[in-house]
């Protein structure tokens, strides 16, 4: 990291110290209430672990703070914690917001996502900079290092505060889960080399909205977390509620995350319900199996043999057949698919029409 960067990592340093003392300073503000209510009230407690802050509602508040600290322009603009308007005149980028850090691989705070109270795109996040790009950071990462080094199982999450809640929910219950938030419905192979490199497990964790969005990414997410992890998990929520949400009721997050199932088997099923209609022909069953192959042999091993016997049944198959299908995915390629809505197949699963049917 050249010296200019460090200047662009001291301003975010400088910057999240500024939006810390101001969410503690404003005890009666709507970012301390909403905070409560959604059962975080650790967060705002001057002896959390969290670096969560507030940006608080003005033009120019941490563009004047940052410029008292000796930050120049060039500086603040660069690290996009400001931008120019038409007149060129430097405001803050973040404004109105409840603020949580993003952390790069080496835990050096790069980046902002800032949590509207309504009104605005629920979520901002910084810009890419020369520091700063949102798929190789986490936020959660610096604040759950104390849970990954006791050995705690990470929980891969969409938002800031669904980590947080799964953070707090693991500190109520003495339970070993560390929860990392990717903002946002995708999770890039860095951001997955990141959750391996602060693991010291065999055993990941996805918990994401229960809507199709939700449902679609984790699908998504199988296969960069499957080059790192032996099992990878998914905790099926409750509809209608993300991690967040269930703190309020912390018995039921509880459960999900206690009776977390491989997400490979989550996937087979998906892939089989689209196979469903022309299973009555040799040809689509043959396709169903090559499609759903590749994603047996991603079982953890103890479950591998049960499922080749499930789908030899239900696909009215020999068990040799899918046997030796699934050993054979693992020398061939995956084809690979990026959805194009929520209806689209994951990454890495076919659809019917894609393939011979009869």
């Known amino acids: 990291m050249s010296c200019d960067d460090h200047r662009l990592v001291a301003a975010h340093v400088a910057a999240g110290q500024f939006f810390r003392e101001q969410l503690l300073q404003s005890r009666a503000g709507w970012a301390t209430a909403h905070l409560t209510q959604r059962g975080l009230e650790h967060l705002v407690r001057t002896t959390s672990h969290w670096n969560v802050g507030y940006a608080p509602d003005g033009w120019s508040r941490l563009v004047d703070h940052l410029r008292s600290r000796g930050f120049d322009d060039e500086t603040l603009l660069a690290s996009g914690l400001a931008k120019a308007t038409k007149n060129g005149y430097l405001i803050d980028r973040f404004r109105d917001r409840i603020m949580f850090p993003a952390w790069d691989s080496g835990q050096m705070l790069v980046g902002f996502v800032g949590r509207s109270r309504g009104g605005r795109p629920k979520y901002l996040n910084s810009p890419t900079t020369r520091i700063y790009r949102k798929s190789d950071t986490l936020v959660g990462l610096a604040e759950q290092r104390d849970l990954l080094e006791g050995s705690a199982t990470p929980v891969v999450v969409e938002g800031p505060m669904d980590a947080a809640a799964v953070d707090q929910l693991s500190r109520l219950t003495s339970h070993g889960w560390a929860g990392l938030a990717v903002c946002g419905t995708a999770l890039s192979y860095g951001q997955a080399t990141m959750v391996r490199q602060y693991s010291d497990g065999d055993t990941v964790i996805v918990a994401v909205d229960s809507d199709s969005a939700g449902r679609t990414a984790a699908l998504r997410w199988l296969d960069h977390l499957s080059t790192f992890f032996k099992r990878v998990q998914v905790a099926e929520l409750p509809s209608g509620h993300d991690p967040s949400s269930l703190l309020a009721t912390p018995d039921r997050l509880f459960e999900a995350l206690s009776s977390a199932r491989p997400l490979a088997e989550l996937a087979i099923e998906v892939e089989m319900a689209r196979w469903s209609r022309i299973l009555d022909h040799i040809s689509g069953r043959v ?26 049944e239900l696909l009215q198959l020999d068990r040799e057949i899918v046997s030796r299908e699934v050993v054979e995915t693992l020398d061939r390629p995956v084809r690979r698919r990026v959805p194009d809505s929520p209806t689209d197949p994951p990454a890495g699963l076919g659809a019917p029409g894609n393939s011979p049917t009869p």
């Open 287 to 312: 396709n169903a199996l090559r499609r759903v192959a590749p994603l047996v042999a991603r079982l953890p091993q103890d479950r591998v043999a049960a499922q080749v016997v499930e789908l030899a």
